[in-house]
């Protein structure tokens, strides 16, 4: 009984440790996105400006990265552009975003999702801006 439960503790030791490198294996693999910065803030605009930002990144992982979509919260944000290709291990990519701010007023917080074969799943960056009034002329 005593050699049943010794060999149970090393038969589960080896099991946990097999299932441990797989994970590890499993996320270090695959394409990884990792954004130079995830947030943005445009700070005080008037109402009816359009703004721009690029949000900067690197494929962090070992294989070769590919954004499906990019999917926006609201009409007044439009993603401009991404890589329409693979972008290598190691590589760079950009994602240009409008905001326009037409029709709001006060901090807005929008956020951004990208779709893509990342082993960290969907990723997501945001940006706040403060909206004024119109100028009055």
Same mark, same amino acid.
């Given at each position: 009984?005593?050699?049943?439960?010794?060999?149970?503790?090393?038969?589960?030791?080896?099991?946990?440790?097999?299932?441990?490198?797989?994970?590890?294996?499993?996320?270090?693999?695959?394409?990884?996105?990792?954004?130079?910065?995830?947030?943005?803030?445009?700070?005080?605009?008037? %109402? $009816?400006? &359009?703004?721009?930002?690029?949000?900067? !990144?690197?494929? *962090? =992982? @070992?294989?070769? /990265?590919?954004?499906?979509?990019?999917?926006?919260?609201?009409?007044?944000?439009?993603?401009?552009?991404?890589?329409?290709?693979?972008?290598? %291990? $190691?590589? &760079?990519?950009?994602?240009?975003?409008? !905001?326009?701010? *037409? =029709? @709001?007023?006060? /901090?807005?917080?929008?956020?951004?999702?990208?779709?893509?074969?990342?082993?960290?799943?969907?990723?997501?960056?945001?940006?706040?801006?403060?909206?004024?009034? &119109?100028?009055?002329?």
């Amino acid at each position: 009984m005593k050699t049943s439960l010794h060999h149970f503790k090393h038969f589960s030791f080896l099991v946990l440790f097999l299932i441990s490198v797989a994970l590890q294996a499993q996320e270090t693999l695959g394409a990884s996105i990792t954004w130079e910065k995830s947030t943005f803030d445009f700070g005080d605009i008037q %109402q $009816g400006d &359009k703004v721009h930002h690029t949000f900067k !990144f690197i494929n *962090s =992982g @070992k294989e070769p /990265l590919m954004i499906f979509n990019v999917e926006v919260t609201c009409g007044c944000t439009l993603p401009k552009s991404w890589p329409r290709n693979p972008v290598m %291990q $190691g590589g &760079k990519g950009e994602l240009e975003i409008q !905001f326009n701010s *037409s =029709g @709001k007023i006060g /901090l807005q917080h929008k956020v951004i999702t990208v779709i893509s074969n990342s082993v960290n799943g969907n990723s997501q960056v945001t940006f706040t801006a403060n909206v004024l009034g &119109k100028k009055e002329y």
